[in-house]
């Protein structure tokens, strides 16, 4: 809600969102699915999410956006509705949230293509795989990626110590 706050990012009604090491999509569609139900109006807005994984399968399997419908289990009534039935007990993303979402391939330790800025990036348990020099790097670099107001979102069991100056 802060973020669509932002008076810059409210008059631009541009938002950018990076999912680094995003599997087989779940993150990125959740995040356009509360985006979606939050702010109805993100929909005349200019919203991108990328999605990247080292994986090339997984990348292929989330651009597809098709799960088992019971992996809809515990899910709100809010993330329900936006699934599709196909009729085989399969579900799929709605296009209009999969139009949202770029899914590439993309190592972390090669160079990054992307320019930004980024008014989020969620890098949630990924950084565990690697050493503390390789996530200061990465981390790093994210933060140059970052919008002035953007936030970077990391799982519960990382932390920032060692570029902790560089973050709020």
């Known amino acids: 809600g802060k973020l669509l706050e932002d008076p810059k990012v409210k008059s631009a009604k541009r938002l950018r969102f990076w999912s680094a090491g995003c599997s087989t999509g779940q993150e990125p569609y959740t995040i356009a699915m509360a985006l979606y139900n939050a702010f109805p109006q993100l929909k005349s807005w200019d919203m991108r999410i990328l999605a990247t994984d080292i994986d ?23 993330r329900s509705k936006f699934f599709e039935p196909l009729g085989n007990g399969d579900v799929q993303i709605p296009d209009f949230i999969r139009q949202a ?68």
């Open 101 to 168: 979402i770029a899914f590439k391939p993309l190592n972390l330790m090669n160079d990054w293509p992307m320019k930004g800025p980024f008014d989020a990036i969620f890098c949630r348990n990924v950084a565990i795989y690697f050493n503390k020099p390789t996530q200061e790097r990465m981390f790093t670099r994210m933060g140059e990626l970052l919008a002035p107001h953007g936030y970077l979102y990391i799982g519960h069991s990382e932390n920032l110590n060692s570029v902790s100056e560089k973050f709020q």
């Open 56 to 78: 090339t399968d997984v990348v292929r399997r989330a651009q597809m956006g098709i799960y088992k419908e019971n992996d809809l289990a515990g899910l709100s009534p809010e």
